[in-house]
């Protein structure tokens, strides 16, 4: 939504019909009585239908006093001097500034949390790229805003298709890899530090991390362990510690499986099981997945150690998980 916004939607408690009255109307209006919908493209029009006048102005966000903090703190970015940061950074084109503003009053209305603002410079592209030269967007530019809170759109990758991969967007970090690069000690553990000493290096200054979680995805080939002709909930039973079954008439043979669940710890971290059908090298295959979140807030130094605390958590949860014939498979293949 843009800082002041261009189109408001309401609907009529009233039957407004065409008469011979003059009246003005600036904008589109579809359907008909009580659900007649009015499209506002102007800054405020008024309708006359009969006796009815209706005067409608867009709608305004008021902001928390956070929000107004921060927006005082974005306008004051326009007065930035050339080469403001030593660095040859140049002040915020005003397209972007009136982008970063309506991105704190979605995240505002939304009640998300956000906790510092900073003027983008590109330092971390230039830092990302000395190691991870391949970048990619791939969030079309012309998105609106609120539409990528959270959500990546940028990518950084080692070479072509090649782990690790970093991924940036409004309000989000991550790092990504797979089986064929990950070890936790050797590999990733220390390449998630490097990443959060990036973000710091680029911003110079403290930063506060509001959300964190550590999810590993993990698939097998179901022909590989047996095949699943007695169905999904035997194929579960064989190789899980974990029982699936239904005992009603079904009516037919089961073709997907989801199954979701949620747990809450002592510490006020969720943890987050599922396991899904799916496919790898168009062979069929079950999913599982364990993930670790925990919604508060991170410095640097307690979001690295909390991430280790997470894995521990995890690698525990993955051999109690499965049977140990079938975690025993996993040695073997590697």
């Not at 009246?23 to 209006?29: K, P």
């Not at 510092?116 to 791939?138: Q, T």
Request: proline share 6%; hydrophobic share 35%.
């Amino acid at each position: 939504m843009p800082v002041l916004a261009e189109r408001t939607k309401i609907k009529s408690e009233w039957n407004i019909s065409a008469t011979n009255e003059e009246g003005g109307f600036r904008g589109n209006m579809r359907g008909s009585g009580k659900n007649a919908e009015i499209n506002i493209d102007d800054n405020a029009y008024d309708l006359v239908s009969a006796s009815t006048r209706i005067f409608i102005q867009p709608y305004l966000p008021t902001p928390s006093p956070k929000a107004k903090e921060f927006l005082k703190k974005l306008k004051a970015y326009k007065n930035l001097p050339d080469n403001w940061d030593g660095d040859e950074g140049v002040p915020p084109e005003e397209n972007n500034i009136r982008k970063a503003a309506s991105f704190i009053l979605e995240t505002d209305e939304l009640d998300l949390p956000f906790y510092f603002i900073a003027p983008g410079s590109g330092r971390l592209h230039s830092i990302l790229e000395k190691e991870l030269p391949v970048y990619k967007r791939i969030m079309p530019s012309d998105l609106p805003q609120q539409l990528l809170i959270y959500r990546a759109v940028h990518q950084y990758w080692k070479d072509e298709k090649t782990w690790p991969v970093v991924q940036l967007g409004p309000g989000i970090f991550t790092v990504n890899c797979t089986e064929e690069w990950y070890e936790w000690e050797e590999n990733y553990y220390p390449f998630l530090k490097k990443g959060i000493e990036w973000l710091m290096e680029a911003y110079k200054q403290p930063l506060q991390f509001a959300f964190a979680s550590l999810r590993y995805i993990d698939v097998i080939q179901v022909n590989e362990y047996g095949g699943m002709e007695d169905g999904w909930g035997e194929f579960i039973n064989r190789h899980f510690n974990f029982s699936y079954s239904n005992f009603f008439n079904t009516r037919g043979s089961q073709k997907e499986i989801k199954v979701n669940q949620v747990f809450e710890l002592q510490d006020g971290a969720s943890l987050q099981l599922q396991i899904s059908d799916g496919k790898r090298n168009n062979e069929p295959a079950l999913i599982w997945q364990t993930a670790l979140l925990k919604k508060q807030p991170f410095s640097a130094e307690q979001l690295i150690l909390w991430t280790n605390e997470a894995h521990t958590i995890n690698s525990q949860l993955f051999k109690e998980m499965v049977k140990p014939e079938t975690y025993a498979s996993f040695s073997r293949k590697n």
